[in-house]
């Protein structure tokens, strides 16, 4: 197929904060449009006459995949594609590719340090220290919240893929026992426990699996409950998978030493979010960032610029059924 093409990045600002390369994405077609935001009823106009639509979170539904018959091709700068209409698209003949595992590094460390920050109570010493506390110290040192070692310990991971794998290697350099939790919905294995039996044996779990019916409010106040009350949880995969509420109770009754993520439900946060509440203790909330080093936004580039030459070369790959 040739490469005659003209592309339309609907919601580029998402990925690119003037500090990446396109220039390789660029030469993939004869026209590179690029729109920082698209609104719902912006989207079918500007990808009239378009061969090929760039979306990272923009919703390319059925109703503009039939006003927007030139389309051949979704390349989403992105892992999920629930944005992405794939009936219609089938219907209609469209192919649509995702972006996989770019951004194992960047979550994979934000995971780490999430746990490093609740083991080690940083934002609490933080907040102490700009009170002016360890001006006000009798000793040398604040040691006024007490600090857990990584060390001994033993990690929960839910979804044990590229990223989950990563998580687990970076823990056992700390000296972490790592096991693995059985997801519903998935053929039972030998080496995957049962969520109600891993759950009990944990210091920390870290969730690294998809969101859907089976994996929907996961953890909920019934698993909470099963955790150790000084038990971290950390969640750098989607909202939904914590039940919200739940896990606000369970941390204003002391139950858990520690949470922290950084998806909510609703994204951003407009309507606001129960997690917001001030009067949650040893909650900390990353706004969605655990992805977004700048290597990681390049390997995005990298991933689409090579879906765009594979599908135009005839051999489309990272194909979305």
Known sequence: MSNTSRAVFLDHSSLDLGDLDLTPLAQCFDHLELHGHTAPEQVAERLQGAQVAISNKVTIDAKTFAACPDLKLVLVTATGTNNIDLAAAREHGVTVCNCQGYGTPSVAQHTLMLLLALATRL??????????????????????FPIVELEGKTLGLLGHGELGSAVGRLAEAFGMRVLLGQLPGRPPRADRIPLDELLPQVDALTLHCPLNADTLNLIGERELNLMKPTAFLINTARGGLVNEAALADALRRGHLGGAATDVLTQEPPRDGNLLLAGDIPRLIITPHSAWGSREARQRIVTQVQENAQAFFGGAPRRVVS
Request: hydrophobic share 35%; with cysteine; aromatic share 14%.
């Open 123 to 144: 934002p609490d010493y933080q907040q102490a220290i700009r009170g002016g506390a360890w001006e006000k110290a009798q000793q040398f040192c604040l040691l006024d």
